[in-house]
């Protein structure tokens, strides 16, 4: 390894810029494709020294021969991808004519992400809500946007406050709700090991907040959406 590696200097650079880089933070702005390749190879030769700590025989265990490797690439690439990769394209459409949807829209995203605090699975579903405003997104866009969100290291609490200010970005909408609800590997895991883990978080803006009609509305089609497709 060179005296300074990338990792170090990327570090000083975000320190030096005054740019925050928690677990649950995108740093895409940092991190070019090229420089990401450079890191994973770093992140392997780390995850080699942790395997040798853990006194794992990495040379003679055949399933833990490219353990290191592999573990630097679901991280940069799989479970914390949301860190490194910028925002998804989310090409707005117009909703200003005559017969605009004036409606309430709820979508339901699957949600994979990772605990901040120990690395472990968080699974499980967030319902979007918004009263469309001037422009509309494409369906699937509000879950790529989720998902975004949720590959990095978080916390439900705040995974929730940051998809409803990525939604209220790319729709323009004041009005929404998002709510999760999810299971988590560090209590199921670990620690208290209950397997029944789950974990409900609501965050409210608009008339999802003032008006009790618009927020009974949001929680009455998330029912019906849970009797469809239930988990
Ligand atoms: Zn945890």
């Given at each position: 390894?060179?005296?300074?590696?990338?990792?170090?200097a990327i570090r000083e650079q975000m320190k030096s810029q005054g740019k925050r880089f928690w677990a649950g933070d995108n740093i895409s702005e940092f991190v070019d494709e090229e420089q990401k390749e450079v890191l994973i190879n770093e992140a392997t030769q780390a995850f080699e020294q942790v395997l040798d700590t853990?006194?794992?025989d990495r040379e003679t265990d055949p399933n833990s021969h490219g353990t290191a490797?592999?573990?630097?690439?679901?991280?940069?690439?799989?479970?914390?991808a949301g860190r490194y990769?910028?925002?998804p394209d989310a090409t707005a459409f117009p909703n200003d004519s005559q017969d605009r949807y004036e409606g309430m829209l709820v979508v339901r995203s699957e949600l994979r992400s990772m605990c901040s605090h120990h690395h472990q699975p968080v699974t499980g579903v967030a319902y979007i809500g918004i009263i469309a405003a001037e422009k509309l997104?494409?369906?699937s866009k509000?879950?790529?946007?989720?998902q975004w969100c949720a590959r990095r290291g978080t916390l439900q609490e705040e995974l929730c406050n940051d998809i409803a200010r990525e939604i209220e970005k790319a729709t323009g909408a004041k009005d929404l709700g998002v709510y999760i609800q999810a299971v988590h590997g560090c209590c199921e895991n670990r620690g208290i090991m209950a397997h029944s883990s789950l974990?409900?978080?609501t965050v409210l803006k608009g008339a999802f907040k003032e008006d009790g009609n618009t927020k009974k509305e949001f929680f009455d089609n998330i029912k019906?959406?849970?009797e469809f497709a239930p988990r």
């Open positions: 390894m060179s005296e300074k590696n990338l990792a170090q853990l006194l794992i490797r592999r573990l630097a690439k679901m991280y940069f690439n799989e479970i914390m990769d910028p925002a997104i494409g369906l509000y879950t790529r946007i989720a974990t409900q978080t019906l959406q849970q």
